[in-house]
């Protein structure tokens, strides 16, 4: 193994082997199987014990993005009594060669030429009798694992799709897998999974598609939450790669239809502790502090959210959001209009008689005081006057960075045409709103109102929140003297936040100075 890797006494026996060491070596079965068959012949390891290696060096390969420790959590989720184990797509192999070490001889998996498959060649090699039945073909365009017409199904699906793939209409779909002309690859990877699955799908999948709540990938959610299909959401974080787009598990259920989805966040703390392991607690679908049931209207009303920390309360081990709740409290979409910014500029073809806020533009208190011209498409500019902003319009960013907060002057000067960009919403309060938007202002902007807001993150790589998810945010009510009490703070704030302005204004002018030396 050291002379087929470069590593010339880098190691003494396998137990102590690098995967990551192994990468290039393993690309070619048959120079894998050579190391594997001198070590054997030193007295180094079985081969055996070689194969039980292959997963964790399949884990190494970067371009998968999978932990050997989630892999672990993934199988143990499979029904122990399954008698078939379907593993589709490259970036499932290992997942394939793991629960081979578990259902041996009961692995089927599916994936394109491109060097992984080298690996299951490795392993079948190496442990015969727990082989895996290998199908090179595109399980999505050209499935494989096809009997009298009809796509064969499996006890338990156990896969991780590729990320961020769309598929054009080409496809042709000869088995009634996918729904109407999706396009979105989550939605058909999972599409495909059901077909070919009897009881249990357990698949990864990216955050984006499971906060989305818009287009295709909110129908098709929609549909699986209507057959009952949804057994379970699990957050893994503690489990998964740092700098990945963010994944979690979900559980499906083809054939028997779930009365509720379990939503379990187990990067919470205190959730890796207790009697049960990860199966155990999926059977058990137990109230905890960081797990719970939802029924189908509770996820609707969430617009088809399926991002666990959407139905968790929990903070840290502390229920927030209930401590809030049980004092006097309004729901925001309540008291004030809530207006999403759309698309308006073109740097080409548009008027510059607009100038947009944007999240370098707030202040570190107080008002917002500049805006930056922008040039508003001809042919939108009667929507863009729809959206120019409003004294005491209070601007939170939801996209991206979460929760900058600013506020509209009630002086802007006439004419003044300032429209907020993407990254924020706008909340605009009724006329009739108990409070006033200096009190919401700090509200927001407290400790409190932060941690409501990044409760509502979600998405994938940029982090971002809902419009509904923002419509019930709860504000606390103030009594008459901590209303005044805290717009007397606001008016401290903008004072002390215009006078650093000042200063900071004064000192970059010193900088002048520096021209005449350089004169």
Excluded at 403 to 427: D, E, M, N
Aim: some cysteine; hydrophobic content about 45%; proline content about 6%.
């Amino acid at each position: 193994l050291e002379q087929a890797t470069g590593t010339d006494g880098a190691f003494g026996t396998l137990n102590l082997l690098p995967p990551r060491r192994l990468n290039l070596a393993l690309r070619s079965a048959d120079s894998a199987r050579r190391a594997a068959s001198s070590a054997v012949k030193q007295g180094v390891a079985s081969y055996s014990e070689i194969a039980d290696c292959l997963p964790g060096i399949a884990c190494s390969r970067t371009d998968l993005g999978l932990a050997q420790g989630l892999i672990d959590a993934m199988v143990s989720l499979v029904d122990p009594n399954a008698q078939s184990i379907y593993c589709p797509f490259g970036r499932s192999t290992p997942l394939g060669l793991a629960a081979a070490r578990r259902f041996r001889g009961k692995v089927f998996a599916e994936l394109k030429a491109g060097g992984l498959e080298s690996l299951y060649a490795l392993h079948n090699l190496l442990d015969p009798a727990a082989a895996i039945k290998v199908q090179l073909r595109d399980a999505i365009r050209e499935p494989g694992f096809v009997k009298d017409g009809a796509l064969i199904r499996f006890d338990s699906v156990l896969a991780a799709p590729p990320l961020g793939m769309r598929y054009d209409e080409s496809i042709a779909d000869l088995f009634g897998r996918f729904p109407g002309r999706a396009l979105y690859g989550d939605v058909l990877h999972l599409s495909h999974l059901m077909a070919q699955a009897k009881s249990q799908v357990i698949a990864l999948v990216a955050h984006a598609f499971l906060f989305r709540a818009s287009g295709g990938e909110a129908s098709f959610k929609q549909q699986l939450l209507g057959r009952g299909a949804i057994e379970a959401v699990l957050s893994l974080p503690h489990l998964a790669i740092r700098g990945r787009p963010p994944e979690s598990v979900i559980v499906l259920n083809p054939t028997t239809p779930q009365v509720a989805v379990w939503f379990a966040d187990f990067g919470i703390a205190g959730s890796a502790t207790g009697p049960l392991g990860l199966r155990e607690q999926l059977i058990a679908k137990q109230t905890t502090a960081y797990s719970r049931c939802v029924a189908p209207p509770g996820v609707a009303e969430a617009e088809f959210n399926l991002l666990p920390s959407r139905y968790l309360t929990v903070h840290d081990g502390e229920d927030l959001e209930a401590k809030v709740l049980s004092s006097r409290t309004v729901r925001l979409g309540d008291i004030a209009t809530l207006i999403r910014p759309s698309h308006v500029r073109d740097p080409d073809d548009g008027t510059s008689e607009f100038q947009e806020v944007q999240l370098q533009d707030l202040p570190q208190g107080g008002h917002i005081r500049e805006a930056r011209p922008i040039a508003v498409r001809t042919d939108v500019q009667r929507r863009a006057l729809t959206q120019v902003l409003q004294p005491n319009d209070i601007l939170a960013s939801s996209k991206g960075t979460i929760g900058r907060i600013g506020i509209v002057p009630v002086a802007l000067l006439p004419g003044t045409r300032w429209l907020a960009s993407q990254a924020f919403v706008i909340i605009r309060l009724n006329s009739d709103a108990p409070i006033s938007a200096r009190y919401l202002y700090m509200f927001l902007r407290s400790d409190i109102g932060q941690a409501l807001l990044r409760k509502r993150a979600g998405g994938g790589t940029v982090p971002r929140i809902q419009a509904a998810d923002l419509q019930s945010l709860p504000v606390l009510l103030p009594s008459d003297k901590q209303l005044k009490t805290i717009e007397a703070d606001f008016d401290s704030l903008r004072d002390a936040s215009d006078l650093l302005e000042r200063v900071q204004s004064k000192i970059a002018g010193f900088s002048s100075a520096s021209r005449f030396f350089a004169e």
